[in-house]
């Protein structure tokens, strides 16, 4: 290995993931290059001291304590009902059988098409690219848990996030990340006068070099981090889940993912993301 793939698979020496001859023929190099020894000592440290700032959310124990209270007295308080009888399938009158089967193929055969009420028609349109948001009344049941909400550690990573100021400003944020991340960082939403771009940040998200872009909407802040550049073949996609005060979501836009966290109520989040520009 080299120093520069030292540099590239840093965080794949750091994880744990070679296999045993990679790792020593990585260790050899950087025992006897001074330059690539510092370099991972320091990405080893941002690591331990990113990790250590990050703290896990709960609620006060006395608020615990008069949820569950809460829910005791209520449970308490519900009069128990019986379950239902089973039905006999034999009972049922075998002679509505024809009439029943008749009316399933008249409602399968006149079923309305709804294939383009929950999402926005694809069109092409130069720089832009449409966003198929979830409405709250639509079912879950059809979308991959993968891609239903985030996770817990999920959310409490995006948290530590919003409180982190930008270092890059937005007129040099291509130029710049660039040289930070391997794939094409990327804005999600362009600067605008209603939603603008303040900046980014150089971060780490499970061990992998991050784009952090800050937008500000009136007074709210909006983080949209960026892991992944463009995969190629993925639809515009936006779904949203609101967790007490934040707004936490998974955008792919360009074939870009991001993930998304904010104090904004679902609805205003999902017009501005889904703003063509």
Known sequence: MNCADIRKYVFVYLDGEFESSEQREFEVHI????????????????????KNKLQPLSAPSYLREQIVAQIEKES???????????VALLSWPWRFAPVALAA?????????????INGIAPQDIAGSAPIYS??????????PASLSGASRPVRN????YQQLKADVPAQQVHNEMRHWVS??????????????LLGARRVQYQGKKAVLFIY??????????????????????????????????????????????????????????????
Not at 32 to 49: A, G, H, L
Not at 80 to 85: A, G, K, L, S
Not at 134 to 143: D, L, V
């Open 31 to 50: 025992s006897d290059c001074s330059s690539c020894r510092s370099t991972v000592k320091s990405e080893q440290q941002f690591q331990r001291d990113f």
């Open 76 to 86: 308490s308080e519900q009069p128990i009902t019986p379950p239902p009888e089973p």
């Open 104 to 116: 399933a193929l008249v409602g399968v055969l006149f079923w309305p098409d709804n294939s383009q």
């Open 134 to 143: 979830s409405p709250r009344s639509q079912s879950y049941s059809a979308i």
């Open 157 to 160: 990573t995006l948290a530590s």
């Open 183 to 196: 794939f094409k960082a990327q804005a999600p939403v362009a600067n605008s006068s209603e939603m603008k």
């Open 216 to 277: 500000r909407y009136k007074n709210e802040r909006i983080s949209i981090l960026q892991y992944r550049g463009a995969g190629g073949g993925d639809e515009p996609s936006l779904q949203l889940e609101r967790n007490g005060t934040m707004t936490t979501g998974r955008l792919r836009r360009f074939g870009n993912s991001y993930w998304v966290i904010t104090e904004l109520d679902s609805e205003t989040l999902s017009r501005l993301l889904s703003s063509r520009n």
